[in-house]
């Protein structure tokens, strides 16, 4: 039977190849200094600038709120990101004569925070889910923005307002295109 100990027998591992490959090619080491070509080479800007956003983008999808001030009769809540310095802020309307109608966006902003009105204080330092795009910037998630069922059926009575407002417009631009669409198929048919 053959002696299965190994003794004497040595393991080769992957990181002893690359020992042994690295003493023959002579490289550079992290303990050596740098050459002096180096120092002057920099980094380009436009790395910097899409690690950066990338990095802004990427970290949380978040924004915490730092600041919550009344600016006449609007509440700004001020956010900025987890490892940023640039900052966004968010409008509301604030509440006036002791009534919380008026402000129905700012509560939902709260509720969705999982803020008390009673506690507003509590707000700063909230995480707001939130996304950034390069071209507008960040833009917070629609349930913090108080974008709900109620400003669909906003739309839909701003659509019904305007086509109600407009109607004899749209109706003389109907008979007008439906006379031509008439002309065109005369001649075609006849032409």
């Known amino acids: 039977m053959a002696d299965r100990s190994g003794g004497d027998e040595r393991v080769s591992t992957t990181a002893d190849r690359e020992r042994a490959n690295d003493a023959d090619d002579d ?8 050459p002096d070509d180096l120092d002057d080479a920099g980094v380009d800007e436009e790395v ?8 802004l ?3 949380e999808n978040a924004l915490i709120v730092t600041r919550v001030r009344s600016v006449g009769d609007r509440v700004a809540v ?8 640039a900052t966004h802020t968010e409008r509301f309307d604030a509440p006036r004569d002791g009534s919380l109608q008026e402000s129905e966006e700012f509560l939902e902003f709260l509720e969705a925070a999982g803020v008390s009105p009673l506690d507003v204080d509590e707000l700063v330092g909230t ?8 071209e507008t910037g960040w833009k917070v998630d629609a349930a913090y923005r108080g974008e709900s069922e109620v400003e ?6 701003a659509a019904r307002d305007w086509l109600w407002t407009y109607r004899a417009w749209l109706l003389a631009a109907l008979l007008v295109g439906g006379e031509l669409a008439f ?9």
């Open 127 to 134: 995480r707001v889910p939130a996304t950034y795009d390069p």
């Open 48 to 55: 910097k600038r899409r690690l950066r956003e990338a990095y």
């Open 78 to 85: 001020e956010m900025r990101p987890p490892h940023g310095d």
């Open 183 to 191: 002309v065109a198929v005369i001649i075609l048919l006849y032409g």
């Open 27 to 34: 490289p550079i080491s992290d303990a050596d200094p740098l």
């Open 152 to 157: 669909s059926e906003n739309r839909l009575a």
């Open 57 to 59: 983008n990427d970290e």
